[in-house]
């Protein structure tokens, strides 16, 4: 059942919207790029920050590099010392995209002001928070390259890049919430929100473990090369047999959620869209994994399967704040225009 709210939906709120919308796809265009860096082992394409090789536009070819630039740059680049200009801009590009989601989250902080007026005072303060944690995110960024892509370093900043996605879709759900609430018994929305906290939990465990694996595949990439592809999975040990069994655990807690909520009040609503999407985005998880098990882990199917686990994740958020709409989005977002 679904009840009506007087809305007076500003330009204010539009623009605040919007913003945070396209904010979260540029997100997700820089876990792409993350991804693409990762799979190609671009990762210290640039050795130094935020410089790459001591200079602002990265160069195209080693006679723009300084005479002893191997000498400088030997130890980081780890033997890699031939300058390889594809990694190079690879990474350079994925600073700058970087660079660009703190600008668009800085102007969905500035969009954000005329909430403090309303009764939406909260968006202000998690778009704060959401713009300081970027900022933590880019230093974060610079340490991972000083420590030469540490495996705890590069976790973190996976788990930090989760949180801000989350943080983004909540904003960009309290604010749309302007018209209309679902309506459900309270015995039913607890429940769906148990069982989807429970699904995001795993969820959000298969990411950290898929991040340890990768880290595996990195040491056996450093003893066999990337012309052995064909031979990566077979090294990986039992991390990655524990990874892929348990998406199995994920696939049959997803299918449950789902058709708890198509057989619910919200399976009518915009959370049954937005969970069957879900569903849909982890079977294409799915296939992504099964390519690289087997078929030599194909470069184009690790940043896929990356930004679809993030994908997934970020919907069943999505899902649950609508689930929980009169909970944690409780005020419509109204916001008067300024005089």
Same mark, same amino acid.
């Given at each position: 059942m679904i009840s009506s709210i007087p809305p007076t939906d500003s330009k204010a709120n539009r623009r605040f919207r919007r913003l945070a919308l396209n904010t979260v796809i540029t997100l997700y265009? %820089?876990?792409i790029a993350?991804? @693409? @860096?990762? /799979?190609?082992?671009?990762g210290m394409g640039c050795p130094d920050w935020p410089k790459c090789f001591g200079r602002w536009i990265p160069p195209t070819e080693a006679s723009q590099l300084p005479a002893n630039y191997k000498e400088l740059y030997g130890a980081k680049l780890k033997g890699? @010392?031939?300058f390889n200009p594809i990694k190079t801009w690879t990474e350079y590009v994925n600073r700058l995209l970087g660079a660009f989601t703190g600008i668009m989250i800085f102007f969905t $902080? %500035? &969009?954000s002001i005329p909430f %403090? =007026? /309303?009764?939406? =005072?909260k968006i202000f303060f998690y778009s704060l928070a959401?713009? $300081?944690l970027v900022g933590f995110q880019g230093w974060l960024g610079a340490k991972v390259v000083s420590f030469e892509l540490a495996p705890v370093v590069v976790t973190l900043h996976m788990l930090l890049a989760i949180v801000i996605v989350m943080m983004l879709l909540y904003l960009? &759900?309290?604010s749309a919430l302007s018209r209309k609430v679902i309506k459900v018994s309270e015995e039913k929305r607890r429940f769906l929100s148990n069982i989807g906290l429970i699904v995001m939990s795993l969820s959000l465990f298969q990411i950290l473990l898929g991040t340890q694996v990768r880290e595996v595949m990195d040491e056996v990439i450093k003893r066999l090369g990337y012309e052995a592809r064909n031979n990566w999975i077979d090294e990986l040990g039992i991390k990655f047999y524990v990874h892929r069994s348990f998406s199995l655990i994920i696939f049959g807690f997803n299918v449950y959620w789902n058709r708890s909520i198509a057989k619910s009040e919200v399976g009518a609503t915009v959370a049954g869209k937005i969970s069957l999407a879900c569903f849909a985005v982890l079977i294409a998880e799915l296939c992504t994994g099964i390519l690289m098990a087997y078929l030599g882990v194909p470069p184009f199917a690790q940043p896929l399967h990356l930004t679809f686990a993030i994908l997934m994740i970020g919907l069943q958020f999505l899902v649950w704040l609508i689930v929980n709409g009169n909970k944690y989005l409780k005020y419509p977002a109204i @916001?008067?225009?300024a005089v």
């Open positions: 265009f %820089l876990i993350g991804g @693409v @860096v990762r /799979s190609t082992g671009a890699e @010392v031939i $902080l %500035l &969009a %403090l =007026k /309303s009764q939406n =005072k959401a713009f $300081l960009f &759900a309290r @916001v008067q225009p």
